[in-house]
């Protein structure tokens, strides 16, 4: 067999390796699992609240709980007991983590409550409506970043999900 064959046999191999990888790596799994159920969350909190269902919270940025704070709450922890929380793997997690969810409590927060002003502005005053009438303006998204009590909801639901794995995987 020529090498041209016997490497085409292997990176052949190799691609079904990875998929194979995808569909075992727990740590990846549950820190989707988190994200996504913290997002439904957002649905079946509303719907408790208002009596009527949004779907829309589902696919939106902020809200409670933060389903970015959720998912990297379970990836952060999950590195840390499975590598120890001296490896470089938790430690990068750790940092990116602070990062996001620093960013979801103030910059997106804040840039949320731009939109809120900005909203007031175009669709509430006189001033908004003619210039609308100029130029299409749209609906700026208010609900973008979290508050405290929103991040906090994110972090226990990851903890819940990353103690889910621990018991049943690990």
């Known amino acids: ?22 569909f075992i790596n727990d740590i990846l799994i549950f820190s989707v699992i988190s994200s996504l159920t913290a997002q439904l ?67 997106r927060r804040e840039v949320g409550e731009h939109s809120k002003t900005m909203n007031e502005i175009f669709w509430g005053t006189a001033w908004g409506k003619k210039l609308r009438e100029v130029i299409d303006i749209k609906i700026f998204e208010e609900l973008i970043g979290h508050t405290g009590l929103e991040v906090a909801a994110g972090l226990s639901w990851g903890l819940i999900i990353a103690a889910i794995d621990i018991i049943l995987i690990q």
Not at 67 to 74: G, L, W, Y
Not at 76 to 91: A, C, E, N
């Open 1 to 22: 067999m020529s090498l041209y064959k016997k490497l085409k046999i292997y990176y052949k191999q190799e691609e079904k390796m990875w998929i194979k990888e995808l």
């Open 41 to 107: 969350l957002k649905v079946i909190f509303y719907f408790a609240q208002k009596k009527k269902i949004n779907w829309r919270l589902a696919i939106s940025p902020g809200g409670n709980p933060s389903s970015h704070t959720a998912a990297v709450t379970t990836l952060t922890l999950l590195l840390g007991v499975r590598y120890g929380l001296g490896s470089p793997y938790f430690t990068i997690s750790f940092v990116i983590a602070s990062i996001i969810i620093v960013d979801a409590l103030s910059l």
